[in-house]
Every structure is written in C-alpha cells, then in structure tokens.
C-alpha cells in the first residue's frame, strides 16, 4: 500500500491535501486527525536515535519506557479517546507488539531518571531515608542505596539500524492497514515534519509526503486577528523570525526527492485545474476516481481564507513590514 501524508508549519494549509485526496474512493482516508507519534519527542525517531545511533545502557532503555508512556497517553481516557478514535484497539495492541520486538530483555532494575518520574516528594523522600540509613545502621557501608524501586523493569535493546527500520516499517504498515479497507492509498495527516526528511522516509516502504506552504502575510493576519491560538508570535518583527527559521531547512533540504512535492496552498485554489492534475498524477490516483470532486476541498469556498490583509482592517505597516523582509516567500497572483 502507499501512503499519503502532508507536511505543514503551522496554519499553512496542508489540510488541502487531505481534503482534495479524501475525495478518491482508492483512498481510505483518516482525515483531518493528526497522527505525529513518529516525528513528536519520545516518538519513533527519538527512539532510532537512543537505540541506534547513540547506544547507551541507561538512555536505550529509558526511551523504550518514553515511547511506551506516549503509547498509553495517546490511548486516550474515558473523556478523550486520542488515537484509539481512528485506530480503536490497535493503537496500543500493535505499539506493545513493536516495543515488546525492540527489547532483547528486560530485568528489575533502575536509576536516576526513574526516581524523576515518580515525582519530586518520591524522590526527596527516598534521598531522604537513603541519607538517615547511611548515617546510622548503614555508617559503615558508604556505597549501599536504598532501594525503594524493586519492582521497576529496565528494557535493554541495542537492534541494528537494518532490524529497527525493518521492524519499524512493519509495525507502521500493520498499524494502519488493520483499520483500512481495500483501498490501494492511506491517507494519513502528519506523519512526517517537512524537515530532515530523508530519515522519515526510511520507516515506509512507499510514501509519498506533500509539503504545503502558503502566503505569510495571511498566516499572519489569520492567527492575529481570527484564529489568536498564541501557537505563533504576532509581533510582526518576531513573527518574521519565526517564519524564516521554520523554513530554512528548505535551503539545504532536497525536495527533489522523488518521495517529496512542495505545494503552494494558493496555487490549490487559483489555479485548481493544473495544480490538482499534477498532484494526482503524482501521487498515482486516478481523477476518474475523484468521486467526491470538489466535496471536501472547494477552491471556491476557500478563496475567502486567502489575501485576508486585503479584506479586513489590519495595520498596512505590517503587512509592508513582511512584503519586504519575507519578499522570498510572497505569493503573487
């Protein structure tokens, strides 16, 4: 099967994608829902880096741990179901399956960063007994701990990067395709950052990413004066920072990888035709299958969320002020 995901930097448009790619009746669609356990801290990554490439015996481990608790976090509650909304069960049955492969064993065991995680008054209350014990009935054995975790499992994993990526792409594939249908494509929201792409890639056997960016000037107006979520800076001089240094890879970063396409969000809406016609042919879906043309994403209804600084009252100064520092990423009709 291939997947499908969209790569953003935030209130670019890259739910375009999903949208446009969810009206192909090839494609099992997730929609809109964020799927970030690979890129996001503690997530598949950060794991091939504390396993792989920076083996230690204290830190392997207690990533193993890490990726386990995010597992049960995004297993969601009684009040939020989290991933269990779109994956049910699977979500953790197959993530203990692929953590449970990653370890070569496990004994009972501890140390520092596992007394951290049971909070502050555990850990100054066993410093506390431990100081007590040596200052009395253990005076005589300097080096004795006391040991308050007995029943804390350590993981002990050291795979090859061939049996982490092998593994990972398994566990990647089974997860989703245990809740799709027969569709050729999954569309899948976020799996992937637009940066260091080239390691994300490697965890697929066939992916394809699309990289959605879109005019500054209304990422700007749009979260200053409609969306207000304080994700983004709205000092216009901090702003502008902000913006280049989440796209700056883009001068280092091959996006002529065969795997990756650069979208311009507007380019979806004005010029519709050309733009999705290419799209599909890259992806490999057939327009003829496009049953819901027009269903989920309508150029015309989003023309309203484009050339806002032109529709509303905002600061002209502004907009002048990001025409001139971010004129490499303007969009011109």
Request: aromatic fraction near 16%; glycine fraction near 4%; include cysteine.
């Amino acid at each position: 099967m291939r997947f499908i995901t969209c790569a953003s930097y935030y209130g670019s448009g890259s739910s375009v994608i999903t949208d446009f790619v969810s009206e192909f009746s090839e494609v099992y669609s997730y929609g809109d829902f964020e799927f970030r356990f690979i890129q996001d801290p503690d997530g598949i990554s950060d794991l091939e880096y504390n396993l792989v490439e920076n083996f230690n015996r204290h830190n392997s481990g207690y990533a193993l741990k890490k990726y386990k608790k995010l597992v049960d976090f995004q297993n969601g509650n009684i009040f939020l179901k989290r991933y269990r909304e779109k994956l049910g069960n699977s979500w953790k049955k197959y993530s203990y399956e692929y953590i449970n492969k990653l370890t070569d064993f496990t004994y009972n065991g501890w140390w520092n960063y596992d007394t951290m995680d049971k909070g502050t008054l555990f850990y100054i209350r066993k410093r506390a007994l431990n100081k007590v014990l040596k200052a009395t009935i253990w005076h005589n054995q300097p080096e004795r701990t006391l040991n308050t975790m007995r029943n804390e499992i350590t993981y002990c994993s050291h795979p090859s990067e061939a049996k982490f990526v092998a593994l990972t792409k398994e566990y990647i594939e089974t997860l989703f395709s245990s809740v799709a249908n027969e569709e050729k494509y999954l569309m899948v929201d976020q799996l992937v950052p637009p940066t260091n792409l080239e390691r994300y890639i490697k965890y697929f056997n066939d992916i394809k990413i699309v990289i959605v960016d879109r005019d500054p000037r209304d990422i700007f107006v749009l979260e200053k004066y409609f969306w207000k979520d304080g994700i983004i800076p709205t000092d216009v001089e901090t702003f502008c920072k902000w913006f280049i240094y989440t796209r700056e890879h883009r001068k280092i970063d091959d996006l002529n990888n065969k795997n990756v396409k650069f979208i311009r969000f507007e380019d979806m809406i004005f010029d519709y035709d050309n733009t999705t016609k290419e799209l599909a042919q890259w992806l490999g879906l057939d327009l003829k299958k496009q049953i819901n043309k027009k269903k989920f994403f309508n150029p015309n209804k989003s023309m309203k969320n484009v050339r806002t600084w032109e529709k509303v009252a905002v600061q002209q100064e502004e907009i002048r002020y990001i025409e001139k520092i971010l004129s490499d990423y303007i969009y011109d009709i």
